[in-house]
């Protein structure tokens, strides 16, 4: 835009400053955040992913000098959502099929108790984890480290003797209960699991067509619950 002025030689264009371009050190300093803010998550996501693998390495390895110094730290990292069930060039799987069922009972206003019919928990956790690429933790090692944990902390008599024996008899007992109330209808005031230990068969035929024979069927006493596991 130009203004037209008179002087001695005629009329002379007077130009008139130009408008300044938008300001852009807003965006300017919230990209400078962004790419910073970028960069610390990938800088964490990194560092924590080389300290899980550290720490679970250490885990399954051998006992060193460094599993036995940072023996507090490692536990607390891996348990309960980490745990390995092996150790390093020494691994150690399953050679049994525990197969884990509840029953339930109610007690009636007249003193009369209901007792359910045995419900197969292993069964719902085989059902989840067949055929999904991706099965969840829950499924696969929940119920089933729940009584492995139990059998270490009790033994063959089923007493709690210990404050963790006892825990874990809670846990397991609320992880049954949750179960069954997720799956059947109605009310229960106490649960009663058992436990059948069969063999892992051989493959060929050298198994045949009979099922394993039990090594143990265990039943556990009748514990006092809620339905909702709390």
């Known amino acids: 835009m130009q203004e037209i002025r008179n002087s001695d030689i005629g009329p002379t264009p007077l130009e008139c400053p130009t408008e300044a371009p938008p300001t852009t050190g807003g965006r300017s300093i919230l990209s400078r955040f962004g790419k910073a803010g970028l960069t610390t998550a990938v800088i964490l996501c990194v560092a924590t992913t080389l300290v899980h693998v550290l720490l679970v390495f250490l885990h399954v390895a051998p006992t060193n000098t460094l599993s036995k110094r940072y023996s507090p730290l490692i536990n607390a990292w891996v348990y309960p959502f980490f745990e390995q069930n092996w150790r390093l060039f020494a691994p150690d799987p399953d050679s049994v099929n525990r197969q884990i ?12 108790s209901q007792v359910s019919d045995w419900f197969d ?9 067949e055929h999904d690429p991706f099965p969840s933790h829950t499924a696969q090692n929940m119920l089933r480290r729940a009584w492995t944990s139990y059998v270490d902390t009790h033994g063959s008599d089923d007493k709690a003797h210990t404050e963790r024996a006892l825990m874990m008899q809670k846990y397991l007992s609320n992880i049954a209960a949750q179960r069954v109330a997720g799956r059947r209808a109605g009310t229960f005031d106490f649960i009663q699991l058992r436990v059948v230990t069969r063999p892992i068969a051989a493959s060929g035929p050298v198994a045949g067509d009979r099922p394993p024979t039990p090594t143990e069927n265990r039943l556990l006493p009748w514990w006092k619950v809620t339905p909702d596991g709390n």
């Open 101 to 112: 069922l509840a029953r339930t009972a109610h007690t009636g206003s007249g003193g009369s």
């Open 121 to 129: 928990l292993t069964a719902v956790d085989d059902a989840a984890v």
